[in-house]
């Protein structure tokens, strides 16, 4: 079956660098895009990033574009998102998720790994 | 494009129906999807291109709409279906998400 498990998540001080990863297992990795949504504790969803399956393109949100960047290796089933210069509104559970053959839905997610930023 | 949901919270009774709304800042055209989120757990794509069902989610979650106005309707509501709903348009770079709706048990 279908499993993507996060980690890397930890509590780190603003301004600083932090890469959280993702293990896929149960499907053809290479075949698919990948993204990863965010939620701050007790609020809604935010979309973070995509990548697609062969790792050449990518796509951000507003709030991290130029400060994350997304990437994977397709030899290990890993995707990973660098966060750089991070703020304190980036405090959130970032979910790993695939993307839906002819879509750009998710159809399966993670768990989570939680990213807190504070001093 | 900024997408709205209402009501904020919906309480219905086990085995009624609840219709969820969802609408578009700018029309996007039928690249809607809807998830459901329980406390704890991490969203659960219920509805994508309107109206298509994943593999697996119940016939009584169904889709509609077009362009901006988007419905998501829960017929014979079960105690498992009482969890927080998203609406997100993918129409659109960046994806963006609706602010959710409670549905609650009445």
């Known amino acids: 079956q279908v499993q993507l498990v996060e980690s890397g998540g930890g509590v780190v001080q603003p301004g600083t660098s932090l890469r959280v990863s993702c293990v896929a297992s149960?499907?053809?990795?290479?075949?698919?895009?990948m993204h990863w949504v965010r939620q701050t504790p007790g609020k809604g969803l935010e979309w973070v990033a995509v990548l697609s399956p062969d790792g050449d393109n990518a796509d951000y949100g507003d709030s991290v574009k130029g400060r994350f960047t997304i990437s994977r290796d397709n030899s290990k089933n890993t995707l990973s998102l660098q966060m750089n210069s991070l703020r304190d509104e980036d405090t959130a559970t970032y979910y790993c998720a695939r993307g839906i053959a002819g879509a750009r839905a998710q159809d399966y997610w993670g768990r989570g790994t939680l990213v807190t930023v504070s001093s | 494009i900024v997408l709205t949901q209402s009501p904020a919270t919906l309480s219905v009774s086990p085995g009624e129906s609840a219709t969820l709304s969802c609408r578009a800042s700018?029309?996007?055209?039928?690249?809607l999807a809807w998830y459901q989120q329980k406390p704890g757990q991490a969203p659960r794509l219920l509805i994508y291109?309107?109206?298509a069902r994943p593999a697996g989610v119940a016939a009584r979650f169904g889709g509609s709409g077009f362009g901006t106005e988007f419905t998501l309707t829960i017929t014979g509501l079960q105690s498992e279906d009482f969890a927080v709903y998203y609406c997100q348009q993918y129409n659109f770079w960046p994806i963006t998400f609706g602010q959710g709706t409670r549905l609650d048990i009445k």
């Open positions: 149960g499907f053809t990795f290479i075949d698919y895009a």
């Open positions: 291109a309107t109206s």
């Open positions: 700018h029309s996007v055209t039928s690249n």
